[in-house]
């Protein structure tokens, strides 16, 4: 990379923005202005769509009420209560219903479209947010209860509640956890087998994170991870939920 | 949305970024500089992942042998063969089971994670790159034809070629398409139906776009669109290509 005057890689501020992301989970009470907020959704409607279907819905919870809920649902993670905002991203396909009543539904690669499309939406938004001094945090634990997060906010059949988003003004600025390198995730031209060196590398990289930190130190390298969380069931109930809002039937 | 001295709407440098995405398509023959390469798959590693599990591998595409084969699988398109640089963007959990054999695999739920943290970092790259005076596409044609490309890139078991993302130097400046309002997109608390007048006006702006575009004009709306792309079947053979890689088992 480019090397600035003062020996910092040179970056324009979209990398910038790109590179310094944080999960941020401490939020001032300040809210957030209209127009930014509208920024930010719009900045989501940008993304690109799948043969222009545009299969998104995106619920903003501003109740206290559904929003207390949803921090429980969540797995009681208050900040889904407490953040200036707390927008729901979904895969939506009843739109679609609604337009076409015969509209052939129910196939797995919907349930892919849906899942891509929505995620390059979330993440517009996110890096819309951090480029306006927002902060923020996609909260895959709506998948913890999705009958129950489908309930409360009234999801008919076709739609399918994916992530929600926390965003407002970061109370501090978290650390950044090194992520896997370049090395180990991008392959040239055929899928390669784990470098284990470089794995043992990144391993004691993630160690002496976690040893260091300024919170919930912790003594383990990222394989460790890997096994205790791969080691036990992965939301089991996951496949009977989308089938019943009518995704990934065939 | 504040306006500037000049009356345009104010944006910051990573909000224009994102509200001037187009899908390029046409590419010179310039090739990518290695820093600027190097700096896209950086912000592609920068994104979020859920639970830290970090399940997603990139396939850079070089050899022209590989790249044309993947034109033709993608429904010929191509500007896989002829783009600097195309990149293969797969749900990895392989890389897990390298790690801890006995890791529990084949869930539903892994399968939307995979779908989502890939595409946060598809969506990365493909900004980056636009922020470097780059442009690209997302190919989900790389699902037509999904047995061929597994085996073509020797993606085991567990290995899932989402999309693929086609990157380089633009020939042309695209025309924007008009997408969804916010008024549709973005819901207040519950799930809203559909507002009748909002999608009209909607469809008009398409039918205008459409008809005045400088190529290939055509003579629909969004919902005569929607009509057409949905009376069809949508991949029928992804669920049982998905069980055979190891997903969405159960």
Redesign the interface.
Not at 56 to 63: A, E, N, Y
Not at 153 to 156: Q, W
């Given at each position: 990379?480019?090397l600035n005057a003062i020996g910092e890689v040179d970056?324009?501020?979209?990398?910038a923005?790109?590179?310094r992301?944080r999960?941020v989970r401490h939020f001032t009470e300040q809210a957030i202005e209209a127009?930014k907020l509208?920024?930010i959704?719009?900045?989501?409607?940008?993304?690109?769509?799948?043969?222009?279907?545009?299969c998104?819905?995106?619920?903003?919870?501003?109740?206290p009420a559904?929003r207390q809920q949803l921090a429980e649902y969540a797995g009681g993670q208050g900040y889904v209560a407490s953040a200036a905002e707390f927008l729901v991203f979904c895969a939506d396909f009843?739109?679609?219903q609604?337009?076409?009543p015969?509209?052939?539904?129910g196939?797995?690669?919907?349930?892919?479209?849906g899942?891509?499309?929505?995620?390059?939406m979330?993440?517009?938004a996110?890096?819309?947010a951090?480029?306006?001094g927002l902060g923020g945090?996609?909260i895959?634990g709506i998948?913890n209860n999705p009958q129950q997060v489908t309930a409360l906010?009234?999801?008919?059949e076709h739609?399918l509640p994916?992530?929600g988003i926390c965003i407002g003004y970061p109370a501090r600025e978290p650390q950044s956890?090194p992520?896997?390198?370049?090395s180990?995730?991008?392959?040239?031209?055929?899928?390669q087998?784990?470098d284990r060196s470089a794995?043992a590398e990144y391993d004691q990289h993630i160690r002496e994170y976690y040893a260091a930190r300024s919170s919930n130190t912790k003594q383990t390298s990222?394989?460790e991870?890997?096994?205790a969380?791969?080691?036990?069931?992965?939301?089991?109930f996951?496949?009977e939920y989308?089938n019943g809002q009518g995704f990934?039937l065939?």
């Open positions: 990379m480019a970056m324009n501020s979209t990398i923005t790109i590179m992301h999960s127009d509208e920024q959704l719009n900045c989501a409607l940008a993304a690109s769509t799948s043969s222009f279907i545009q998104t819905s995106i619920i903003r919870v501003s109740k559904l009843n739109r679609h609604q337009i076409h015969e509209a052939q539904l196939f797995t690669e919907q349930t892919l479209i899942a891509i499309d929505t995620a390059l979330g993440q517009n996110l890096l819309a951090q480029s306006l945090v996609f895959g998948r906010l009234g999801l008919p739609v994916l992530f956890k992520h896997l390198p370049l180990i995730v991008v392959h040239q031209d055929q899928y087998q784990l794995l990222w394989s991870h890997v096994k969380a791969l080691s036990k069931e992965s939301r089991p996951m496949k989308l990934s065939k």
